[in-house]
């Protein structure tokens, strides 16, 4: 398993950015499937973006899209999720994850894909 350790949250203001960073352990980094969930108080773990291996592919959850871009950097085992026009329903714990590439999209979405998760981030949006 790889370990992870998520940085970069805090509060914000309605309307503004953060960046969230995901550091990983191990050699084999570049291999992962990498994705980011929220888990809001009282709500579900809710599936925010991914990224294959290679960068070349991502996806995201509707209500992000436009807003969010996730990427990441292989050589420095980071992946990475810029968060732009900050909305209050963004507020939540946000959790990275580690899978196996190959797997199906739905998969992806409710998070069996990935077998390593990070201890969360917390991010606050204030109006």
């Known amino acids: 398993q790889v370990q992870l350790v998520e940085s970069g949250g805090g509060l914000v203001q309605a309307g503004g950015s953060l960046r969230l960073s995901c550091a990983a352990s191990?050699?084999?980094?570049?291999?992962?499937?990498m994705g980011w969930f929220r888990q809001a108080p009282g709500k579900e773990r809710e599936f925010v973006a991914a990224?294959?291996?290679?960068?070349?592919?991502?996806g995201y959850v509707d209500s992000v899209k436009g807003r969010f871009t996730i990427s990441r950097d292989n050589a420095k085992n980071t992946v990475y999720l810029q968060m732009n026009s900050l909305k209050r329903e963004d507020t939540a714990v946000y959790y990275c994850?580690?899978?196996?590439?190959?797997?199906?999209?739905?998969?992806?979405?409710?998070?069996?894909?990935?077998?390593?998760w990070g201890q969360g981030t917390q991010v606050t949006v204030s109006s």
């Open positions: 191990g050699r084999t980094f570049s291999a992962y499937l």
């Open positions: 994850a580690a899978g196996q590439s190959g797997s199906s999209w739905y998969e992806v979405r409710d998070g069996t894909a990935f077998g390593s």
């Open positions: 990224i294959h291996w290679n960068g070349a592919t991502t």
